[in-house]
């Protein structure tokens, strides 16, 4: 490295955002994550002792990952490589094994490879790393947005230990924005910024659990507003609302939240808690979700989940699902909500769904016999004669249009597939198909 060299990282690091200034040098430094980084934890106890084997940080944005291996860059005695698999191929890889190779025959060091994004890597790049991880020539860092078990290959989870980190809480937050606030090195302590309590917590609220999102309206918000006559920034709620336009949603359809969110929204229908079931549905919505897709799952869950109970409840659903092909969006919301909330707030009965499952396990797994003889159709020429529909009573010649008869094979004569429950409209059906039986055996 030349003194140009030096001259422009000194310039790139003072240039850099503040998000990227601000990062933690050493695990004191780190705020959030404790669930993983706490005091005593076994990622706090690796890094400390510097026993770090291979491992995937994967979260939202702006939770930590790349700060987390910045930390372990700063402590571990091991050769530490950084590659950004948006702009890094096969080339870059080998080069970095043959490295690391060098530095173990030469110095008897460890590599510790850190790349960040690595869903970004394709099959090949990842199977290229595999045989480098498995002999211990590097000890791999993985950082992701996305699930792991979705986007980085078995082979290369089965040999890392994962890590995830959560979205950070408002307190951590506000720590974070006010060391940025104080830090006279890395941070904006020389612009001597006073924050209203009220821009620091809508601050610490609207940046949705990413700290990057806070930093970076942070420092727009000081670098637009002029110093008072005292030498003070005095930055308000209006000055941050006017840098942060617009609350970030963690959402995105290809990703792990994207089916966290739905999984969230159909139990808060199978749940009966209208309340949350908006909540979720609006979350999709903000976050373009299909609406289509949306009133899929209200019709799957109006069957699954409110059955008999409430045969309405699939009308309505379906109707939903309707007419929001035909109203299109933004209209389609007041649809869906009204759906979701029906759903919610209606009686629930999973009896219809397990019952079809049952059924089909046993035609599947048991000898289920063949059709009794007098349920067997007569409609084509030769049936009668093989006796088919011989001895079937139809059942509208009988008192209350029912009689007594066998319906399911010989083989499971004496099977149960639907257990009718006490919900909703469900008692009533469960009600009369007892006292049908009962009539037709001489009891009232």
């Known amino acids: 490295m030349d003194l140009f060299d030096i001259q422009r990282e000194k310039n790139l690091k003072r240039e850099a955002p503040l998000a990227e200034r601000l990062k933690p040098k050493k695990l004191e430094d780190f705020i959030g994550q404790e669930h993983i980084v706490g005091h005593g934890k076994l990622l706090w106890r690796a890094i400390k002792a510097d026993r770090i084997t291979s491992l995937i940080l994967y979260g939202p944005p702006g939770t930590g990952k790349t700060s987390l291996a910045k930390v372990i860059a700063n402590t571990t005695k091991s050769n530490f490589v950084q590659l950004n698999a948006v702009t890094s191929g096969v080339k870059d890889l080998k080069e970095v094994v043959a490295d690391a190779q060098n530095v173990m025959g030469m110095y008897n060091k460890k590599t510790i490879l850190f790349v960040d994004e690595i869903h970004r890597f394709n099959k090949a790049q990842q199977d290229a790393l595999l045989p480098y991880v498995e002999n211990g020539t590097l000890t791999l860092i993985g950082a992701t947005t996305e699930n792991p078990y979705f986007e980085v290959n078995n082979a290369l989870i089965s040999r890392s230990m994962l890590f995830k980190l959560e979205p950070l809480d408002e307190k951590s937050i506000e720590k974070i924005i006010l060391r940025a606030i104080h830090d006279n090195e890395s941070g904006l302590g020389l612009f001597e910024i006073e ?10 609220g609207v940046a949705n659990g990413d700290a990057r999102r806070a930093l970076n309206a942070l420092e727009l918000a000081v670098l637009t507003t002029e110093k008072s006559d ?95 092909q035909f109203i299109g969006m933004p209209e389609g919301r007041i649809i869906l909500a009204q759906a979701a909330v029906y759903v919610a707030a209606a009686p629930k009965s999973n009896a219809s769904y397990l019952g079809i499952n049952k059924a089909l396990r046993d035609v599947g797994e048991r000898n289920i016999g063949p059709v009794p003889v007098h349920l067997r159709d007569q409609s084509y020429g030769g049936a009668k004669k093989m006796g088919h529909g011989l001895g079937y009573m139809y059942p509208h010649n009988y008192p209350n249009h029912y009689v007594a008869q066998q ?33 037709n055996q001489g009891h009232e």
């Open 195 to 204: 924050i209203s309590p009220e821009a620091l917590e809508f601050l610490s």
């Open 230 to 324: 005292e030498g003070k920034t005095h930055i308000d709620i209006d000055t941050i609302k006017e840098c942060l336009q617009k609350r970030h949603i963690q959402y995105d359809k290809s990703s792990d939240y994207h089916y966290d969110i739905v999984s969230a929204f159909i139990k808060s229908m199978r749940g009966s808690d209208p309340d949350a079931a908006l909540h979720y549905l609006a979350r999709m919505i903000k976050g373009g979700e299909d609406p289509v897709f949306i009133a899929r799952r209200i019709v799957i869950a109006a069957a699954e989940d409110v059955g008999l109970a409430d045969p309405n409840a699939l009308v309505i659903a379906n109707s939903a699902a309707q007419a929001v």
């Open 407 to 439: 319906y399911l094979p010989d083989e499971l004569v004496d099977t149960t597939y639907y257990e009718a429950t006490e919900n909703g409209y469900e008692k009533r059906m469960k009600e009369r198909l007892t006292w049908l039986k009962g009539k």
